[in-house]
């Protein structure tokens, strides 16, 4: 369990530490903020697009070595980032990062599960959403720490020898999976990347103003034809990129549609309460960054135990009851006074944190193990591309709320969160029906 640890720390700091080194590479290059942002974006979108295709290949040739070569490409691509001398150098070894990062995040909850006895299994996934939280916690804590020591450089050089470390570790620890008989379906791989690639960068495009809308039209249907070009060739083979046949089991279905309605109502949280603490609020930079730290802190209190729960009890209801917390949460902190003081802020942002938590191990335990176990990898990939769409599908929607209604665009955001959230909770009480 401590290589899966490691990587999956590893790849959820990188996305997080970035962020708060943008300003001084756009200074460094010369670059515009709009420009620097794509470092950020390529990362992102590198790894939705190669989720699935990792999570197929892993069942093919073991999750094993997905997991080795991922973290790989992941630890030589971010040497490439620190050497970068040019803007479009650094985009590069950024997307070869998050081919990497897609490796390890489509393999890790089938190596969990294969690690854990079925027994055990929720405590495993608690584990594991732990860390995530933790990281994601921590991540601009250390992004500032390093910086005030060093070069944005030492953010990406940082990860060759915790990278080799965990190789070695891996290596040695991570378990050995049944291999499947078919070969790798490139077609259905390049049709997975131009759907998920043409409709996150038509959505980016739709957000920017009346010159891209008939842009952003196209790439959004070039990518609905090529999913449907996907799903049709998909529904004729045993064991699919795009796991249409798991899709046809209704506790997974449920499971999959919950976790990208709860992680676009967290993405909309999070990214829409820095601009609402700071542009509304009048807090300052750090008093944002003390604000934001109950939420995550929570999750990673919240999870272990709901995890451990989840052996006992049904997911159905920890996440029912998780979920609606969250859009408690959620609500209160858009109705907060503009003199809330930091405990007024504080225990809703913990109560959105601590429902998030109740939900999430609960429910990829249940994802996870709904699945035949030879299937596994694919139901890894599909939990792994259910949060990365949740998370950009919020992003989206807050970015299009500050183009529609500027001045208010962060109450709106909090208000579809918990909207979204509510939603969520209701398919998590359905699957009591379908267990």
Not at 36 to 55: G, R, T
Not at 151 to 168: E, R, S, Y
Not at 196 to 208: E, I, Q, S, W, Y
Request: hydrophobic share 60%.
């Amino acid at each position: 369990m401590l290589a899966i640890a490691i990587g999956i720390a590893m790849t959820v700091l990188d996305a997080a530490v970035a962020n708060i080194a943008l300003p001084a590479i756009a200074a460094q290059f010369g670059a515009s903020p709009a420009e620097s942002v794509w470092v950020v974006n390529a990362y992102q979108l590198a790894v939705v697009m190669a989720l699935l295709p990792c999570a197929s290949l892993g069942e093919r040739i073991g999750y094993r070595r997905v997991y080795l070569w991922g973290l790989t490409i992941f630890t030589v691509s971010s040497i490439a980032c620190a050497l970068s001398q040019s803007m479009p150098e650094l985009i590069a070894a950024r997307v070869a990062q998050g081919f990497g990062a897609a490796g390890v995040f489509a393999v890790n909850g089938a190596l969990v599960r294969f690690t854990y006895p079925s027994s055990l299994l929720g405590r495993g996934v608690g584990l594991n959403a732990f860390v995530v939280s933790l990281s994601s916690a921590i991540g601009p804590s250390i992004a500032a720490a390093i910086l005030a020591v060093g070069p944005w450089q030492w953010l990406f050089a940082i990860n060759a020898p915790i990278g080799i470390f965990n190789l070695v570790v891996a290596y040695r620890a991570l378990p050995y999976s049944d291999r499947g008989g078919r070969r790798f379906d490139v077609v259905s791989s390049t049709l997975n990347a131009l759907a998920f690639g043409l409709f996150f960068v038509g959505a980016d495009a739709a957000t920017h103003g009346e010159g891209t809308a008939w842009l952003a039209l196209v790439e959004i249907v070039a990518a609905f034809v090529a999913l449907g070009l996907l799903i049709r060739r998909e529904s004729q083979v045993d064991a699919p990129l795009i796991p249409v046949d798991l899709m046809r089991i209704p506790i997974f279905a449920l499971s999959v549609a919950t976790s990208i309605c709860s992680f676009t109502a967290q993405s909309l949280a999070l990214v829409a309460m820095p601009f609402y603490f700071e542009l509304t609020l009048g807090r300052t930079q750090v008093e944002t960054g003390l604000l934001m730290t109950p939420w995550p802190v929570a999750v990673g209190i919240a999870a272990p135990i709901a995890g451990r729960l989840s052996d006992r009890l049904p997911a159905a209801i920890l996440g029912f009851f998780g979920l609606s917390g969250l859009a408690i949460g959620m609500v209160l902190l858009a109705r907060l006074p503009l003199d809330a003081s930091f405990v007024d802020i504080a225990w809703p942002m913990a109560l959105c944190g601590a429902g998030f938590g109740c939900f999430q191990a609960p429910n990829n335990r249940v994802l996870l193990s709904s699945a035949p176990r030879r299937r596994a990898g694919a139901a890894g990939g599909m939990l792994a591309t259910a949060r990365v769409t949740g998370l950009a599908l919020g992003a989206t929607l807050v970015a299009l709320f500050f183009r529609v209604a500027p001045k208010g665009a962060e109450p709106i955001a909090l208000m579809v969160g918990a909207g979204f959230a509510v939603v969520a909770a209701f398919a998590s009480l359905t699957r009591l029906a379908k267990r």
